[in-house]
């Protein structure tokens, strides 16, 4: 079992910046992809940003070159690093590990991020 808190959304203006955290507990994070999803108001949650265990890692298309994904397994944490954030990426974000890459094993409970114009 792996269980996963999320932190440091919040409130920023359009062009700011933000680093969200996923911290897991539980069985040996190292060993799971670990995934970033989104949800806006009224949309279907869309994939964000992923890593896997050899550190290689895959991003949106709408938020490339703008986010980082990262972990640091002697943490047990990953981290988003999100910067130039747009109105657009307002939604609440979660975190979530994947043992095959395919399935999405545990999720988080998702922190909002709320990005003004």
């Known amino acids: 079992q792996v269980q996963l808190v999320e932190s440091g959304g919040g409130l920023v203006q359009a062009g700011g910046s933000l680093r969200l955290s996923c911290a897991a507990s539980?069985?040996?994070?190292?060993?799971?992809?670990m995934n970033w999803f989104r949800q806006a108001p009224g949309k279907e949650r869309e994939f964000v940003a992923a890593?896997?265990?050899?550190?290689?890692?895959y991003y949106a298309d709408s938020v490339k070159g703008r986010f980082t994904i990262s972990r640091d397994d002697a943490k047990n944490t990953g981290y988003l690093s999100m910067n130039s954030l747009k109105p657009e990426d307002t939604a609440v974000y979660y975190c979530?590990?994947?043992?095959?890459?395919?399935?999405?094993?545990?999720w988080g409970q998702g922190t909002q991020v709320t990005v003004s114009s």
């Open positions: 890593i896997k265990t050899s550190g290689r890692t």
């Open positions: 539980g069985r040996t994070f190292s060993s799971y992809t």
């Open positions: 979530a590990a994947s043992y095959d890459g395919a399935n999405f094993d545990y």
